[in-house]
């Protein structure tokens, strides 16, 4: 009798959780169709600038023109702006950048994480309260102290302010944390000094949580714009952010769209590129860097 009544209940129950779970198919289906939709809303933009990049000239305001893709404006951009130099002053202050905050970040971090220093907690917080600062805030007293020390108008001036990151030194804070504190253990036991501790215990461990603060930090710095217009007055010291912005005022009037489409290819494409081959390590690396 016990086993009819399951069957029964079994019976009554199997449609009802077949039911249940309609509501739900929807609701996702509802939501991937918004973030699809909101996707293809915000590459217009980006396939829009890339079309009229390779469109001949004449071809710019025409949207349902067909034609061959072309390097003529490319050349033209090349021709008209040295880029090439404005490349090489942006790569010079990210990877200059990155080299100092990886060291420092990573020598605070491990100071935040391992010693038990008086007052580590209350340092750290008034340390992470640069995050709540916005950085354009901090322009104008900058400004002063690299006009007392000579570095404006110098790529080292454009550098110095971000030399030291709240948020590298918070990443790599949790990742230490989350490292077993047996291995720093067995290396003092093998007479391991505290700077041999780090090149060869943690730094190697740390390389998810440079990974995502490295991502977050050279796009910031390859994308930075109002600081280095307040600090550079030659053309031989412009970034590519701002290169692109005085590329495009001088064109403004006579509407060369095709030719500020390039000149902002030739910008976003390393950053693009960048991320499109990386993304799954910048993604993983957040995981295992602890940060949600």
């Not at 293809?40 to 469109?55: G, K, M």
């Not at 072309?70 to 790569?91: D, Q």
């Not at 404006?152 to 110095?160: A, R």
């Not at 910031?220 to 600081?227: A, E, M």
Request: charge should be positive; proline fraction near 5%.
């Amino acid at each position: 009798m016990e086993k009819i009544m399951d069957i029964k209940y079994s019976a009554v129950k199997a449609p009802m959780r077949g039911r249940v779970h309609h509501p739900v198919r929807l609701g996702r289906i509802l939501v991937y169709g918004v973030m699809f939709l909101l996707l293809t809303v915000s590459l217009i933009p980006l396939v829009w600038v890339v079309r009229t990049a390779f469109i001949p000239r004449e071809l710019t305001l025409d949207l349902t023109a067909v034609a061959w893709p072309t390097l003529e404006n490319f050349r033209r951009v090349l021709a008209a702006a040295p880029f090439g130099k404005y490349y090489g002053n942006t790569i010079f202050i990210v990877v200059g950048v990155l080299v100092i905050q990886f060291v420092l970040i990573t020598l605070a971090g491990y100071a935040f994480a391992r010693i038990d220093f008086y007052g580590s907690k209350a340092l750290f917080v008034l340390f992470l309260s640069q995050l709540m600062i916005a950085p354009e805030v901090l322009i104008l007293p900058n400004y002063s102290m690299m006009a007392k020390w000579g570095l404006t108008d110098t790529k080292i001036g454009i550098m110095l302010p971000f030399f030291a990151s709240a948020m590298g030194t918070l990443i790599v804070r949790q990742t230490i944390k989350t490292i077993p504190y047996e291995l720093e253990e067995a290396a003092k036991m093998d007479g391991a000094n505290l700077f041999q501790i780090l090149w060869r215990v943690y730094v190697p461990l740390l390389k998810p949580a440079y990974i995502s603060f490295g991502m977050i930090s050279a796009s910031f710095q390859w994308n930075n714009f109002l600081w280095p217009l307040v600090m550079t007055d030659s053309v031989e010291k412009r970034p590519l952010s701002l290169g692109l912005a005085m590329f495009a005022m001088s064109y403004e009037t006579g509407m060369q769209w095709s030719d500020v489409s390039a000149a902002t290819v030739l910008v976003c494409a390393p950053l693009l590129i960048l991320f499109f081959v990386f993304q799954r390590q910048f993604m993983e690396s957040f995981m295992h860097s602890g940060i949600k």
